[in-house]
């Protein structure tokens, strides 16, 4: 079975998206404890 480039880089896009929309979440929740550290500083 031969994939077209299409398709090939349609797959891609959907697993890179799939992967890096579960990293942002888990880096967002990861981040979330500095934020509320630097909020204070920020926002006097």
Do not use: M
């Not at 890179?16 to 934020?35: R, T």
Request: net charge positive.
């Amino acid at each position: 079975v031969r994939l077209t480039l299409a398709n090939l880089i349609r797959q891609g896009q959907a697993h890179l998206y799939s992967v890096s929309n579960s990293y942002e979440v888990h880096k967002i929740f990861s981040l979330l404890p500095i934020a509320y550290c630097l909020l204070p500083i920020a926002f006097p």
